[in-house]
């Protein structure tokens, strides 16, 4: 499972505020977000891809993987 990119830059700016480390305000993002989770094109990333069958710009920008239909791009489409 890719992680999300907007919780992963929301932990990142909290760091730089002196909240803690990057990888535990993430976790804490993560838990504190569950029951209103980011939209899939927040957790795909800005310079997500679309999705080839989703159709939608979900494919992560970091794994390659469509954080709706987990499939696998390789390459660019």
């Known amino acids: 499972m890719s992680s999300c990119e907007k ?3 929301d932990a990142y700016r909290l760091e730089l505020a002196g ?10 993002l993560i838990v504190e977000r569950k029951d209103k989770p980011c939209t ?3 957790q795909a990333g800005p310079d997500a891809r ?13 794994t390659g993987e469509c954080v709706i239909c ?3 791009f390789k390459d660019k489409p």
């Open 70 to 72: 987990n499939k696998k």
């Open 7 to 9: 919780c992963w830059a």
């Open 19 to 28: 909240e803690g480390s990057q990888p535990r305000i993430y976790e804490r």
């Open 50 to 62: 679309i999705c080839l069958d989703c159709k939608r710009k979900t494919v992560h920008q970091i």
């Open 40 to 42: 899939p094109e927040q």
